[in-house]
C-alpha cells in the first residue's frame, strides 16, 4: 500500500504522455465536425423558415424588411407566439 506522500507526489503528476496527441486528434475531429453540423442546422433554419413564413425556397437569411406572405395571419407577424390562440 503507497503511503500518504507517495499518493501525494503521483496526484500532483502534470507530465504529458504520448497519449495526449491521439486525444487532442479526436477532440479537432470532433470539434471540425461540430461545425459543419452547425452549419447545415443554420441552413435549414434559413430554408424552412423562408418556406414556411415566407412561402419561398431559399435557404438564405430573411432580413428585417422582408414581407412576410399575404395569407399570413398578421397577428403571427405581430404576436408569434399567440398565433396558435
Do not use: Y
Request: contains cysteine; hydrophobic residues 45%.
Amino acid at each position: 500500500m503507497p503511503s500518504a506522500r507517495e499518493t501525494a507526489r503521483e496526484l500532483r503528476d502534470f507530465t504529458v504522455t504520448a497519449r495526449v496527441i491521439p486525444i487532442s486528434l479526436l477532440a479537432i475531429g470532433i470539434g471540425v465536425l461540430g461545425a459543419f453540423v452547425a452549419l447545415a442546422l443554420m441552413w435549414l433554419i434559413g430554408l424552412f423558415t423562408n418556406l414556411f413564413f415566407f412561402e419561398r425556397w431559399s435557404t438564405g437569411w430573411a432580413t428585417g424588411r422582408c414581407s412576410p406572405s399575404p395569407r399570413t395571419p398578421q397577428s403571427s407577424v405581430r404576436h408569434p407566439l399567440r398565433a396558435s390562440s
